[in-house]
């Protein structure tokens, strides 16, 4: 028999259109991959010409998911570049609007874009809800706590409207799913403990909205961020926003330790064979979904006020490369390239983003003997570039994070990540998986309900000091001489860069290279895998007509699309016109 060629597009459940094309041999194990993202939009143009404090609230609008980490690293770039630091009430709250988007963002991926990868709903109407009670009591004192649901009758309350649901024909979102497919491994006990958690983490997603708001304003969107600090001095004055963010704050906690964490070490035990299948990876080390095994952290969320690149941070940064956890390297800057090879841009070399180009280059699809349009992937076949560091290509987000982290030896991330391993009985290796990079991405959200606790503590006793500077102070005119400058840190899905060029007080050049690029980017000039290329090859598909492993790895980096394409014109070229007429009436 010869090779298949399995087309996945758009895979659902993320933000944006993205085409996945396998080959799978005689016995449906994946031997190549080619991921794409097939739409062409942008940002960075509309910032040229732009009085650079404008950037991060028009920045922001790449995405609608990650909404204030643009907005941060892009007000982040222009304190760069005018080298204003800001004062310790703003870091906080920056701190404190970020951590609120972290949690937002990783219950309502776990529960609501990937957990449905793990858990078979349509099993969970044959579950015994007392015994799936039991379940999730055990999950629970596995992670050290109680479980977060009462018991039998909150579980059989779900389960008789799951059946409900079912018997009417009535799955709604819940339809289309691959329900029975053998590579669904969990008890009809255990999806019910996932349905029901998966209901519960649809309240909390919007109290972690609430939280984001407090000190941001509003939610997706924040806008209390300025270039030289923060602009919600009467949050921080008033008591009862602190107490109500901290409120939200535990409950959020209540539900990640006692519900998320629990289930990932329930999925982690049941999918613990995938996750050390060896045979499954691509350069041999971890298991399935593993990839590229380079792991890059640009550092986030300092932990002090000695200046925005000198801080102590709660993420470290560095690179760690081929699974060798024996050593970290050190992050230069310099070494960041974008190249477009395979992406549908001119250019012939890999440009650092100051320098960066956008322009676009389409060249198509081919049309296959079958009559279908299949990728031509000799050739240009994607709309995101293929960032690079150093001539790497590497995997970014909270696995990377936590990676780094450990390999660094900060003993925080050690803590967790060590606690979690022994808990589980699974060695290190286990990280580099499919199921390693969820678990990652739970373990980041359980260090961040902990830390952001002691961050609104210490905001709360500055204020009651009588500390209620959030903005420093500069003259526009002064500083704003001819500069260039850098946001580099992280936003949910991995490490995230803004860069701008400034002369005249305007914005001459800017560029975001943003996580999804890095994970989602297609092969380089050398023919190097992107990571979500690199995490499919060795992957046993069940039944190709259901590719339930391909959408469960490319989820496992919670792919964002909106964010990783996006179009900048160094020309000045007319790309398109846009005519608004505000007294427009619909
Ligand atoms: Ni559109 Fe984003 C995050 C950024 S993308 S969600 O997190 O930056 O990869
Ligand atoms: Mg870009």
Known sequence: MSKKHLIVDPITRIEGHLRIEAIIDENNTIVDAYSSATMFRGIEAILKGRDPRDCGLMAMRICGVCTGTHYQRSIEAVEDAFNITIPKNARLVRNLIQGALYVHDHVVHFYHLHALDFVDIVSATTANPELAAKEAKKWANVAGVEPFMDGTGEFKAIQDRIIKFVKEGRLGIFGNGYWGNPHYKLTPEQNLVGVAHYLKALDLQRDMAKMHAIFGGKNPHPQSIVVGGVTCVQDIKNPARIALYKQLLHEARAFVKQAYLPDVYMAGTMYAAEATDKSAT????????????????????????????????????????????????????????????????????????????????????????????????????????????????????????????????????????????????????????????TAGRALETSMMVDVMEEWVDELAVNAARGDLSTWTEFDFDKVSVDAKGMGLAEAPRGALGHWVKIADGKVTNYQAVVPSTWNAGPRDSEGQLGAYEASLIGTKVANPEEPLEIIRTIHSFDPCIACAVHVLNTKGKKLSAYKVDPNCKI
């Open 282 to 437: 691509y350069k041999g080390v971890g298991g399935t979904g593993g990839g590229l095994l380079s792991y890059m952290s640009y550092g986030d969320f300092r932990l002090d006020d000695t200046g925005f690149y000198n801080s102590n941070l709660l993420f470290p940064s560095g690179i760690v490369l081929d699974g060798d956890i024996s050593k970290a390297f050190d992050l230069d800057h310099n070494k960041i390239a974008e190249d477009v090879t395979h992406a549908w841009y001119e250019g012939d070399k890999a440009l650092h983003p100051y320098e960066g180009e956008t322009i676009p280059q389409y060249t198509g699809m081919k049309k296959g003997e079958d009559g279908y349009s299949y990728l031509k992937t000799d050739e240009k076949y994607s709309w995101i570039k293929s960032p690079i560091y150093d001539g790497r290509k590497v995997e970014v987000g909270p696995l990377a994070r936590m990676v780094v982290g450990y390999v660094r030896g900060d003993i925080r991330i050690k803590s967790y990540v060590d606690d979690f391993l022994a808990r589980a009985n699974l060695p290190v290796t286990v990280l580099f998986s499919t199921v390693g990079r």
